[in-house]
Nanobody
Framework: QVHLVESGGGSVQAGGSLRLSCAVS????????MAWFRQVPGKEREAVAA????????ISPASVLGRFTASQDKAKGTVYLQMDSLKPDDTAMYYC??????????????????WGQGTQVTVSS
């Protein structure tokens, strides 16, 4: 079992930066790979970054590559999402995910077992 709590959302102007936090607790197996997703009403959850917690290696899909980066502080049990050069289209609810199923795809929301409650990010033009 894994428990996730996101924080750090808020309002920011286009071009600005924001860092989201995800406090993680629970079994280490399900925390070996963690991801960030976002969702706007009426659309599916979209992956924006992920991190291999054993190595700290971060990956991001092409849609946000170079702007969004996942990182971690193992001592604090926290995973971060650094978002730079924000655009109004980045406005969404952002979620932290863990518990990727065996054989699952790291960018597919349905392949994760555990989710936080989400934190809202609003980017104004």
């Amino acid at each position: 079992q894994v428990h996730l709590v996101e924080s750090g959302g808020g309002s920011v102007q286009a071009g600005g930066s924001l860092r989201l936090s995800c406090a993680v607790s629970g079994d280490t197996y399900n925390r070996r790979f963690m991801a960030w997703f976002r969702q706007v009403p009426g659309k599916e959850r979209e992956a924006v970054a992920a991190i291999y917690t054993s190595t700290g290696n971060s990956i991001s899909p092409a849609s946000v590559l170079g702007r969004f980066t996942a990182s971690q502080d193992k001592a604090k049990g926290t995973v971060y999402l650094q978002m730079d050069s924000l655009k109004p289209d980045d406005t969404a609810m952002y979620y932290c995910a863990a518990g990727l199923r065996a054989g699952g795809s790291q960018y597919v929301a349905g392949d994760y077992n555990y989710w936080g409650q989400g934190t809202q990010v609003t980017v104004s033009s």
